[in-house]
């Protein structure tokens, strides 16, 4: 099922939607002078999210020019009643993952946001997939 997905910025022709379409040749990239984008997806009905995988797109990828791959660090929020939550965040991550699959304890949420907070120097990170992995929360 795709979802629509929204985001603080997008360039041309990178539309957010392109990060939960389910290809691998298309992805929603901000604007470079976006400080601190974000992708929001609305999961339409409440889910217990344990889990995302981030398939990360490098522009600007040029190692003639040193700006070569590094950890993109993000924040990852679920929203539930109105409230967002941290799930995850990756602040201190050294290590680059071009597939970046973490879990967590299970909230339950309605939407979910990925906000990107750091990113190696020269390269604009963009999502080629954002999914969370969880069970449908019967009770809400």
């Keep these: 099922v795709q979802y629509r997905s929204t985001a603080t910025s997008n360039k041309p022709g990178r539309d957010p939607i392109y990060a939960t ?3 691998n ?6 604007l470079e ?18 889990a995302v ?3 990360w797109h490098e522009s600007g990828l ?10 993109v660090h993000y924040i990852l929020e679920g929203c539930r009643d ?17 597939i970046d699959y973490r879990s967590f304890e299970p909230v339950s949420c309605e939407k979910v946001r990925l906000t ?21 929360d019967m009770i809400r």
Excluded: H, M, Q
């Design 62 to 71: 040029c190692y003639r020019e040193g700006n070569v791959p590094g950890p």
């Design 33 to 50: 002078e976006d400080k601190f984008p974000c992708i929001e997806c609305n999961l339409n009905v409440p889910y217990y999210v344990g």
């Design 116 to 136: 990107i907070t750091g990113k190696p120097n020269g390269i604009n990170p963009g999502v080629i997939d954002f999914t969370v992995f969880g069970v449908r």
């Design 53 to 55: 995988r981030l398939f």
């Design 21 to 23: 379409d389910g290809s």
């Design 25 to 30: 040749i298309t992805w929603w990239e901000p």
């Design 82 to 98: 109105g409230e967002w939550i941290k799930l995850f965040e990756n602040a201190g991550e050294t290590e680059e993952y071009n």
